[in-house]
């Protein structure tokens, strides 16, 4: 965990960039854990102006339902800016990625993978 943004390019996006951005998104890959498939990650990416965007978070199965995991973000490559153009704070970042994902259809993509028992990337 941590948002170190392995391997890519860190894009920074002010605050209101981001959300007209977010419809862009699209399902990357899931993962789930092969063992008892109660938790995992995906990852959701979206071409930015020419720039590779992502965001990874975990999930898990509570009572029969699935939701994000604590904490939700595992890693992105997208950095927020406030109004004076200056990185948000690591929480606040978080909590808007973590809205971002709030609104992505990607229950459904990962309910589909646990019953295809499909545990890689997809």
């Known amino acids: 965990m941590g948002h170190r943004a392995s391997n890519s390019e860190v894009i920074l996006l002010p605050m209101q960039e981001f959300i007209r951005c977010c419809a862009?998104?699209?399902?990357?890959?899931?993962?789930?854990?092969?063992?008892?498939?109660?938790?995992?990650?995906?990852r959701w990416s979206a071409d930015l102006a020419g720039?590779?965007?992502?965001?990874?978070?975990?999930?898990?199965?509570?009572?029969?339902?699935?939701?994000l995991g604590v904490p939700p973000i595992r890693d992105s490559n997208i950095y927020t800016l406030d109004a004076n153009g200056e990185p948000m704070a690591p929480a606040r970042r978080d909590a808007a990625l973590a809205s971002?994902?709030?609104?992505?259809?990607?229950?459904?993509?990962?309910?589909?993978?646990?019953?295809?028992?499909?545990?890689?990337?997809h």
Request: glycine share 12%.
């Open 100 to 121: 971002m994902v709030a609104h992505l259809p990607w229950r459904p993509i990962v309910m589909e993978i646990l019953r295809s028992g499909h545990h890689g990337g």
């Open 51 to 67: 720039r590779q965007a992502w965001v990874e978070w975990g999930w898990g199965m509570f009572s029969g339902a699935l939701v």
């Open 24 to 42: 862009c998104f699209a399902h990357q890959c899931t993962a789930a854990d092969v063992d008892c498939r109660s938790n995992g990650y995906t």
